[in-house]
C-alpha cells in the first residue's frame, strides 16, 4: 500500500473545463478565456526575453519578480511590498490557505463560485463550509462574526455573474474575525474593484490574475494585493522561482500597454450586452453578468439537453451537474462573430 494521506486518497480532486485536442474545430466559450489575443506588445516582449538562440533561458529567472510587482503597484496604487506575483491566481489561494488555515481548521466560501477552494482545503486537510445565496444575493444566514481563517468571495461571482456593492463588501470584512480574501478574477469585466479595503481592513486580501482580462491563461500569472505582513509570509511558502522568465517578460508588457487592454474590455462587455438581450429575445433567463460570461437558463430548464446540442455543432459551453446550476448553463462571451453563431444554434436547438 502506497502510504497516502487519508485527506489526499480520499479526495476526488478538482476537475477543470474541457480543453480540446483540437481547438481550432470549436468555438470554445467553456473556461472564460479571452476572446481576443493579448497585445502585440506582449509577444514582442516574450520574443525579445527569448532572444534568437534562447540563451536566457539558460538562467533562472528573477526570484522576486521584483518588475512586476512595482508595476502592478504603480497600476493599482500600493507600494511593491503590498504585491506579490504568482503562477496563475490558483498558486495564491493555495498559498493562503496554507499560509492561514491548519489541518482541522475551517474556510468557508459561496456556494456557486469556485469550488477550487474546497479542493485546496482539502489538501490541507481544513474543513470546508459553503453558504448559499440569499434572493438578492447575499450570503446567506453570515454570522454576525464569521470565526473560520478565510472567507472566500468570487466578486463578480463566477459562475452567476453578479456583482457586490463595495458597502456590502466592507461589512463582510468586518464581520469576518479570520482574512477575507476577495478573488477579482473576473472584476476588470465589471471597472469596479474592493482594493481599496485593503488599506482599510488589515484582513482583506485582493487575487487578480491576468487570465482572463489580459488574455494570457496560458502564460499563468496572477498576483494578490495586501498588507506586507501577508505578503511576506506568502512571499515564505511559495515556490522561489514561480514565474518563469517569458511568463515575466509577459507580464510587464501587458499591464504596461493599458490601451490595448481597456479596448478589449470595452469589446467583451459590448458583445456580453448584446448577447443577453439576444438570449432574452428567445426566451432564455439570463443573470446580468459583469463577467466575460453569463449565466443562461432555456425555456425548458433543461441545461444538459441545450449543452448537448450545443457540443453537437462543435460548440462548447459548460454544464455543470451540481443541483443548483444543473438548469443552466454558463458561456463565456466570445468575438461578435462567434456569438451569433451561437445564438443560431440556439435558435436551431430551441
Ligand atoms: C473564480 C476564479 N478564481 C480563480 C481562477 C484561477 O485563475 P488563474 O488562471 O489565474 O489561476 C479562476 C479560473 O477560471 C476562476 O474562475
Given at each position: 500500500?502506497?502510504?497516502?494521506?487519508?485527506?489526499?486518497?480520499?479526495?476526488?480532486?478538482?476537475?477543470?473545463?474541457?480543453?480540446?485536442?483540437?481547438?481550432?474545430?470549436?468555438?470554445?466559450?467553456?473556461?472564460?478565456?479571452?476572446?481576443?489575443?493579448?497585445?502585440?506588445?506582449?509577444?514582442?516582449?516574450?520574443?525579445?526575453?527569448?532572444?534568437?538562440?534562447?540563451?536566457?533561458?539558460?538562467?533562472?529567472?528573477?526570484?522576486?519578480?521584483?518588475?512586476?510587482?512595482?508595476?502592478?503597484?504603480?497600476?493599482?496604487?500600493?507600494?511593491?511590498?503590498?504585491?506579490?506575483?504568482?503562477?496563475?491566481?490558483?498558486?495564491?489561494?493555495?498559498?493562503?490557505?496554507?499560509?492561514?488555515?491548519?489541518?482541522?481548521?475551517?474556510?468557508?466560501?459561496?456556494?456557486?463560485?469556485?469550488?477550487?477552494?474546497?479542493?485546496?482545503?482539502?489538501?490541507?486537510?481544513?474543513?470546508?463550509?459553503?453558504?448559499?445565496?440569499?434572493?438578492?444575493?447575499?450570503?446567506?444566514?453570515?454570522?454576525?462574526?464569521?470565526?473560520?481563517?478565510?472567507f472566500f468571495l468570487t466578486t463578480p461571482n463566477a459562475p452567476l455573474g453578479v456583482g457586490?456593492?463595495?458597502?456590502?463588501?466592507?461589512?463582510?470584512?468586518?464581520?469576518?474575525?479570520?482574512?477575507?480574501?476577495?478573488?477579482?478574477?473576473?472584476?476588470?469585466?465589471?471597472?469596479?474593484?474592493?482594493?481599496?479595503?485593503?488599506?482599510?481592513?488589515?484582513?482583506?486580501?485582493?487575487?487578480?490574475?491576468?487570465?482572463?482580462?489580459?488574455?494570457?491563461?496560458?502564460?499563468?500569472?496572477?498576483?494578490?494585493?495586501?498588507?506586507?505582513?501577508?505578503?511576506?509570509?506568502?512571499?515564505?511558502?511559495?515556490?522561489?522561482?514561480?514565474?518563469?522568465?517569458?511568463?515575466?517578460?509577459?507580464?510587464?508588457?501587458?499591464?504596461?500597454?493599458?490601451?490595448?487592454?481597456?479596448?478589449?474590455?470595452?469589446?467583451?462587455?459590448?458583445?456580453?450586452?448584446?448577447?443577453?438581450?439576444?438570449?432574452?429575445?428567445?426566451?432564455?433567463?439570463?443573470?446580468?453578468?459583469?463577467?466575460?460570461?453569463?449565466?443562461?437558463?432555456?425555456?425548458?430548464?433543461?441545461?444538459?439537453?441545450?449543452?448537448?446540442?450545443?457540443?453537437?455543432?462543435?460548440?462548447?459551453?459548460?454544464?455543470?451537474?451540481d443541483p443548483l446550476l444543473v438548469h443552466g448553463l454558463r458561456i463565456s462571451i466570445g468575438?461578435?462573430?462567434?456569438?451569433?453563431?451561437?445564438?443560431?444554434?440556439?435558435?436551431?436547438?430551441?
Open positions: 500500500m502506497i502510504p497516502l494521506r487519508p485527506n489526499i486518497a480520499a479526495m476526488a480532486g478538482y476537475v477543470p473545463g474541457f480543453q480540446p485536442e483540437d481547438e481550432s474545430a470549436y468555438i470554445k466559450l467553456n473556461t472564460n478565456e479571452n476572446c481576443y489575443p493579448p497585445s502585440p506588445k506582449v509577444v514582442k516582449a516574450i520574443l525579445d526575453e527569448l532572444g534568437t538562440d534562447g540563451s536566457s533561458l539558460r538562467r533562472y529567472p528573477s526570484a522576486s519578480s521584483g518588475k512586476l510587482r512595482e508595476v502592478a503597484g504603480r497600476l493599482y496604487g500600493f507600494d511593491p511590498s503590498w504585491v506579490i506575483m504568482a503562477n496563475g491566481s490558483d498558486e495564491v489561494l493555495n498559498n493562503l490557505i496554507r499560509a492561514f488555515a491548519s489541518e482541522g481548521e475551517e474556510i468557508a466560501y459561496v456556494h456557486p463560485s469556485y469550488s477550487y477552494y474546497a479542493t485546496l482545503a482539502e489538501v490541507q486537510g481544513a474543513n470546508v463550509r459553503t453558504y448559499r445565496f440569499s434572493e438578492d444575493f447575499r450570503v446567506a444566514d453570515f454570522p454576525e462574526v464569521y470565526t473560520g481563517k478565510i457586490f456593492p463595495l458597502s456590502y463588501i466592507e461589512e463582510l470584512a468586518r464581520r469576518c474575525s479570520g482574512m477575507l480574501v476577495l478573488d477579482e478574477t473576473y472584476a476588470d469585466f465589471a471597472g469596479t474593484t474592493a482594493l481599496e479595503l485593503v488599506k482599510k481592513h488589515e484582513n482583506v486580501v485582493v487575487t487578480r490574475t491576468l487570465s482572463k482580462s489580459y488574455s494570457l491563461a496560458g502564460m499563468r500569472l496572477g498576483f494578490a494585493i495586501a498588507r506586507p505582513e501577508v505578503i511576506s509570509a506568502l512571499d515564505k511558502i511559495r515556490d522561489h522561482y514561480n514565474l518563469d522568465r517569458l511568463a515575466q517578460a509577459a507580464c510587464v508588457a501587458a499591464l504596461e500597454d493599458q490601451d490595448y487592454f481597456l479596448e478589449c474590455i470595452r469589446k467583451v462587455r459590448e458583445t456580453r450586452d448584446w448577447f443577453t438581450t439576444e438570449l432574452r429575445g428567445l426566451g432564455y433567463a439570463v443573470i446580468e453578468s459583469k463577467g466575460n460570461y453569463v449565466f443562461v437558463m432555456p425555456p425548458d430548464a433543461d441545461g444538459r439537453r441545450v449543452y448537448d446540442g450545443l457540443f453537437q455543432r462543435k460548440i462548447l459551453v459548460r454544464h455543470f451537474s468575438t461578435r462573430e462567434e456569438m451569433e453563431k451561437t445564438l443560431e444554434a440556439l435558435g436551431e436547438i430551441g
